[in-house]
């Protein structure tokens, strides 16, 4: 019975071990590709088209903000009734 228990303690290091081993490859190989594509296929930066400064309210919310969402809510009003 004891070199049953020893057995199987080997075979769980053994399999732990190549788990461990699988997953520190796994680690690399996805390092490893990343930087391939980050050469190969940099990220292009965007820039955003300048806008006009947002005009905020005395309560801090943007004032076009504010226009659309009470137009929407009139419209939805208004549909309602019909």
Do not use: C
């Not at 049953?4 to 690399?28: K, N, R, W």
């Not at 943007?62 to 969402?69: M, N, S």
């Amino acid at each position: 019975m004891n070199g049953l228990i020893e057995d199987g303690f080997g075979l769980m290091v053994l399999g732990m071990g190549f788990v461990f081993l699988f997953l520190v490859v796994l680690i690399y190989a996805t390092k490893f590709m990343s930087r391939l594509l980050n050469n190969w296929f940099p990220e292009q930066t965007v820039v955003a088209p300048n806008s006009a400064p947002k005009v905020l309210t005395p309560s801090g919310v943007d004032a076009q903000l504010t226009a659309v969402i009470t137009a929407a809510v009139h419209q939805h009003q208004k549909s309602k009734k019909s």
